[in-house]
């Protein structure tokens, strides 16, 4: 099967959707609990919307680039889950071992659980990413 641009665009309007509201649940939930009182003053009071919106749309591409792409062409809900939580994986780590590293009071328990959140949040919007557009795929 070759995966179509009708369907790679579905894919990443289908991965958005999901992964904008998870971590958007995640965030909300983990904010105050996890990130304020480990991370203190070295959180914003407000958002940056320009990096944020930046951030999403690069990493969104990357999911389906790297996850959902592969997984059409493999048609293998596996392979979109397996690849989504290992590009999660590797860029959480990115961020927050960057972080662990170079930051003086980067708590090692919001690295550990950034690593599990972004794994788990990138293998499920890659998982929903492939089946809808998988199932928008008239030609099967």
């Known amino acids: 099967m070759t995966t179509k641009p009708r369907q790679l665009l ?6 958005a959707g999901g992964f904008l509201l998870l971590d958007a649940c995640w965030l909300t939930l983990m904010g105050e609990r996890l990130y304020r009182p480990a991370l203190g003053s070295l959180m914003r009071t407000d958002i ?5 919106a930046l951030f999403y749309v ?4 990357g999911i389906v680039g790297f996850a959902v792409a592969p997984a059409l062409a493999a048609k293998s809900g596996r ?13 959480y780590a990115t961020y927050d071992l960057t972080n662990q590293a170079t930051l003086v009071g980067w708590a ?8 599990a959140w972004g794994s ?8 929903l990413g492939w089946r809808v557009a998988r199932a928008s795929d008239t030609d099967q």
């Open 58 to 61: 690069i990493y969104l591409a």
């Open 108 to 115: 090692w328990h919001v690295t550990l659980a950034d690593l």
């Open 120 to 127: 788990s949040a990138t293998a499920l919007a890659a998982l």
């Open 79 to 91: 392979t979109a889950l397996l690849r989504g939580a290992a590009f999660g994986f590797i860029c």
């Open 48 to 52: 940056d919307w320009l990096a944020a």
């Open 10 to 15: 579905t894919a990443y309007a289908t991965c």
